[in-house]
Nanobody
Framework: QVQLVESGGGLVQAGGSLRLSCAAS????????MGWFRQAPGKEREFVAG????????YYRDPAKGRFTISRDNAKNTVYLQMNSLKFEDTAVYYC???????????????WGQGTQVTVSS
């Protein structure tokens, strides 16, 4: 089992920035690819970004490209999502996820955090 705890969400004005963090525990962090998902009210959860086990490869879906950066620090068992130029439509609950699968770029994840709310005011 991998336990994931997100932090860093909050209220920000459009055009602003936030950095989300996700602390992992329970298993060897570097054995897992990590990802960020989000779910807006009334919408399905969507895959935002992922990062490989060692951190050398990242993957972004369209909403995140050019604005968000995913990174990880395996020594600290933590993955980050830096979000810049935030838009109203980025408002959602953001979830951290982990997977031992090689299909991490396809959004296949096994373990989930509880989520952190990001609200962007227009």
């Amino acid at each position: 089992q991998v336990q994931l705890v997100e932090s860093g969400g909050g209220l920000v004005q459009a055009g602003g920035s936030l950095r989300l963090s996700c602390a992992a525990s329970g298993r060897t962090f570097s054995n897992y690819a990590m990802g960020w998902f989000r779910q807006a009210p009334g919408k399905e959860r969507e895959f935002v970004a992922g990062i490989s086990r060692g951190g050398s490869t990242t993957y972004y879906r369209d909403p995140a490209k050019g604005r968000f950066t995913i990174s990880r620090d395996n020594a600290k068992n933590t993955v980050y999502l830096q979000m810049n130029s935030l838009k109203f439509e980025d408002t959602a609950v953001y979830y951290c996820a982990a997977t031992s699968s090689n299909r991490w770029q396809q959004g296949e994840y096994d373990y989930w955090g509880q989520g952190t709310q990001v609200t962007v005011s227009s």
